[in-house]
């Protein structure tokens, strides 16, 4: 299809697609199998401007947006899912501070994530701490014109590699959901270390790393926003992340179309290639169908948000949750065009399943982004006000966890109308 593409925006994409083809593809196997971070792929893409492709040019970027950084991580997806994660997840970590930081944060951090000579990493999530953002038990203490922050992040995308973290701890637990705050807290800060670096099953050139804070002591200046507008920040972010997530879903699953259709060509069995059998050519035919909707709903969910748009978790939710769901199963179906071949390591399409799954668990596990789609669905209807007064009185919820309220309050909270 023609998504009426500028000549930047093509340039973009066939700058990415050639790192993809000449740099990403001969060594994915190579990354996938030892689970190295790919700094030299890293360096790269630095080097051709890809990590400033979303920040303003006043910060040192290329001053596009959502869709310019939808179509390079598609792109490189493409080719690679874990290798493409390390320029997507630094995408996702300088979000906070371009949409919360102060002018003088944006100053300080910004220009050297939009040169790519620095990596951001956004850590939220906790052992205990996953859908239920409310549930996390790091915490930041006041002390003076300090803050000491304690506690454990876990499965942090860029762990280790990054320079530049957005970390959400609690300065008020009694708060709930209303008591995370944002800090920006940098490699090297005293009382920061890394803990576990995680033996995943897919986008294993990426690494995922535990991080560590003891009495670490972050300046009162790094403090994102506001105190207690850490859930607020970490839903406008995902909001704006999400549609980089669908992005990588259609870039996996490209990637794994085109290696079922070559494979269909030159595969032989009974004399002909399989690709003439009526079977394979319905699954390659649905297939193809389904990534081209994918791919057009996430290209207008990412203009949509870069024409100004002030509200959408729903779309944004959407695109996510559709374009994941279509990766698993066109990268499933690839595998399955493959036969036994698929299945083996000497074929990427099994890599490329691997690497799919993990889509339609990050940001928001597709179950959450339905509950996010449902309730933005219902903003206009009668049942606004009883869900306020059900969760406005926890006590009418009989034998729910308390967590579990506090969390779905706090979603509430943030997606309805006042």
């Known amino acids: 299809m023609d998504y009426l593409l500028s000549e930047d925006q093509i340039m973009i994409r066939d700058t990415c697609r050639q790192i993809a083809q000449e740099k990403i593809k001969p060594v994915r196997a190579h990354y996938d199998e030892t689970g190295e971070f790919p700094r030299d792929i890293v360096k790269v893409l630095a080097q051709a401007g890809v990590f400033g492709l979303h920040i303003p040019e006043e910060y040192g970027g290329f001053g596009g947006g959502l869709l310019e950084?939808?179509?390079?991580?598609?792109?490189?997806?493409?080719?690679?899912?874990?290798?493409?994660?390390?320029?997507?997840?630094?995408?996702?970590?300088?979000?906070?501070?371009?949409?919360?930081?102060?002018?003088?944060q944006k100053q300080r951090y910004i220009p050297p994530l939009a040169a790519g000579e620095k990596l951001a990493a956004f850590a939220l999530t906790e052992a205990g701490a996953g859908s239920d953002a409310a549930a996390i038990?790091?915490?930041?203490?006041?002390?003076?014109?300090?803050?000491?922050?304690?506690?454990?992040?876990?499965?942090?995308?860029?762990?280790?590699?990054?320079?530049?973290?957005?970390?959400?701890?609690?300065?008020?637990?009694?708060?709930?959901?209303r008591g995370a705050t944002a800090f920006v807290v940098e490699k090297g800060t005293e009382g920061f270390s890394f803990g576990k670096k995680e033996n995943k099953?897919?986008?294993?050139a990426s690494t995922t790393r535990e991080l560590v804070f003891t009495d670490c002591r972050i300046p009162k200046e790094n403090v994102l926003?506001?105190?207690?507008?850490?859930?607020?920040?970490?839903?406008?972010?995902?909001?704006?992340?999400?549609?980089?997530?669908?992005?990588?879903?259609?870039?996996?699953?490209?990637?794994?179309?085109?290696?079922?259709?070559?494979?269909a060509h030159q595969r032989v069995q009974f004399g002909k290639p399989i690709s003439s059998f009526q079977g394979i050519q319905f699954m390659l035919a649905d297939m193809a169908t389904q990534l081209e909707a994918?791919?057009?709903?996430?290209?207008?969910?990412?203009?949509?948000?870069?024409?100004?748009?002030?509200?959408f978790s729903r779309e944004s939710a959407m695109a996510k949750v559709f374009a994941s769901d279509v990766a698993v199963r066109v990268t499933t179906d690839a595998v399955q065009?493959?036969?036994?071949?698929?299945?083996?390591?000497?074929?990427?399409?099994?890599?490329?399943?691997r690497d799919a799954k993990i889509t339609q668990i990050y940001e928001g596990t597709n179950q959450i982004q339905r509950q996010i789609m449902l309730l933005r669905?219902?903003?206009?209807?009668?049942?606004?006000?009883?869900?306020?007064?059900?969760?406005?009185?926890?006590?009418?919820?009989?034998?729910?966890?308390?967590?579990?309220?506090?969390?779905?309050?706090?979603?509430?909270?943030?997606?309805?109308?006042?």
């Open 137 to 177: 038990q790091a915490t930041a203490r006041k002390d003076g014109d300090s803050y000491v922050l304690n506690g454990t992040k876990q499965w942090i995308t860029n762990g280790g590699e990054a320079e530049i973290y957005t970390v959400i701890a609690m300065t008020d637990k009694s708060k709930g959901s």
């Open 337 to 353: 065009i493959f036969g036994g071949y698929g299945y083996m390591k000497e074929y990427p399409v099994e890599k490329m399943m």
């Open 69 to 104: 950084m939808a179509i390079a991580t598609e792109e490189l997806s493409r080719a690679c899912g874990g290798i493409a994660l390390c320029f997507a997840a630094s995408s996702l970590g300088s979000f906070p501070i371009l949409l919360f930081g102060t002018e003088e």
């Open 225 to 263: 926003g506001k105190e207690g507008q850490g859930f607020l920040i970490t839903m406008k972010t995902f909001d704006y992340t999400r549609p980089g997530v669908a992005a990588q879903a259609v870039g996996i699953a490209q990637g794994a179309l085109d290696e079922a259709v070559a494979y």
């Open 377 to 418: 669905c219902c903003r206009t209807i009668e049942v606004l006000p009883a869900l306020r007064a059900h969760f406005t009185h926890p006590f009418l919820w009989q034998g729910s966890p308390k967590s579990d309220l506090i969390s779905i309050w706090g979603h509430l909270q943030y997606l309805l109308p006042r």
């Open 201 to 204: 099953m897919g986008i294993r």
């Open 294 to 311: 994918a791919r057009a709903l996430v290209y207008s969910v990412a203009r949509m948000i870069d024409s100004g748009a002030k509200s």
